[in-house]
């Protein structure tokens, strides 16, 4: 170990045990937005965390990949929205611990005025984007939760922040798949599109079940770690597109999702750091951005 290791160590050269950033913060069990921060490269992730992290890894070694390509497909969707359509709000539910290219800078980064509302249920979401956002007038976070359904969309700072006469970026982005039951998650889609303003917009990604026999390794470790992952068919992804207008290359594999002719600019792969995406080919995750019509 190096003199300049050692200054991190408390006195005695033990490594000090790691401390929750808020007294409600639990640190000993694994957690969702955690396991992905660290995917990400992010440092908002405690042992415990960084551990399920590595058993799945073992299992599924393109989930870091996978994480990222993710993260891509979220940056495309939005920057699509603010550039070829009148999209210039959006609702990110599930939306993660801050990381790079959050949701409001790139937004931002066309449109300074671009409004975003950030809505996660794990708490240590909170406590980092309430010190992200502090000077940001224009992007708000809440603690909530997907389950609540409509009911979010009545929630005051919501119907403050965001302007229900003008079209909503909605963004869904591996966080169904944490919606256990089937008819449940379809309800919840189908209510949130009937309550959006015409000419809103959904982007969902979603953990694939092959087919309905197979339960890929990598995804059985995840959920050993955190009993939270429902997988979902390619026919049952689908359903959460009926009554909307797949873009681009329609509902996807997380590697072949394009916007096509549809617009939207080069890829910039640089920001999100993907390289050759072909060792994903086969990676079980899906994608899609619509415009809903109903
Ligand atoms: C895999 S991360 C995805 C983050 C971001 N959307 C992205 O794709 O880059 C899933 C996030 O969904 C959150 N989450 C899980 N279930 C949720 C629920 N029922 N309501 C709100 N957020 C939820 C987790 O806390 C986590 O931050």
Request: proline share 6%; charged share 25%.
């Amino acid at each position: 170990m190096s003199l300049k290791d050692s200054s991190s160590m408390g006195a005695s050269g033990v490594e000090p045990a790691e401390q929750p950033p808020a007294p409600d913060i639990d640190i000993t069990k694994p957690h969702i937005a955690r396991i992905y921060d660290f995917f990400l490269g992010g440092k908002h992730n405690y042992a415990v965390d960084r551990q399920a992290a590595e058993q799945v890894l073992k299992a599924m070694p393109d989930a870091r990949l996978a994480a990222r390509v993710n993260r891509r497909f979220l940056i495309e969707s939005v920057r699509w929205m603010m550039r070829e359509t009148g999209v210039r709000q959006f609702l990110d539910i599930g939306s993660g611990l801050p990381t790079q290219q959050n949701v409001h800078e790139v937004a931002q980064a066309i449109d300074k005025d671009a409004r975003v509302v950030y809505i996660d249920n794990d708490p240590l979401v909170r406590v980092h984007a309430e010190a992200l956002l502090a000077t940001d007038p224009n992007t708000i976070f809440l603690t909530g939760d997907l389950r609540d359904g409509t009911a979010l969309l009545d929630r005051p700072e919501i119907r403050e922040h965001l302007d229900f006469s003008e079209p909503i970026g909605l963004l869904l982005v591996a966080v169904l798949h944490f919606i256990q039951d089937n008819a449940e998650a379809y309800a919840i889609t189908d209510a949130l599109y009937e309550a959006l303003p015409p000419g809103s917009y959904v982007a969902i990604s979603h953990a694939m079940r092959p087919d309905a026999d197979s339960y890929p390794e990598g995804y059985a470790a995840y959920n050993r770690a955190t009993g939270s992952l429902t997988l979902r068919t390619p026919e049952e992804i689908g359903r959460f597109f009926e009554g909307c207008t797949l873009i681009g290359s329609g509902l996807s594999r997380l590697a072949d999702w394009h916007l096509g002719d549809s617009g939207g600019g080069p890829r910039d792969d640089e920001v999100t750091a993907i390289g050759d995406t072909s060792a994903l080919k086969d990676f079980p995750g899906m994608c899609g951005l619509a415009r809903i019509d109903r």
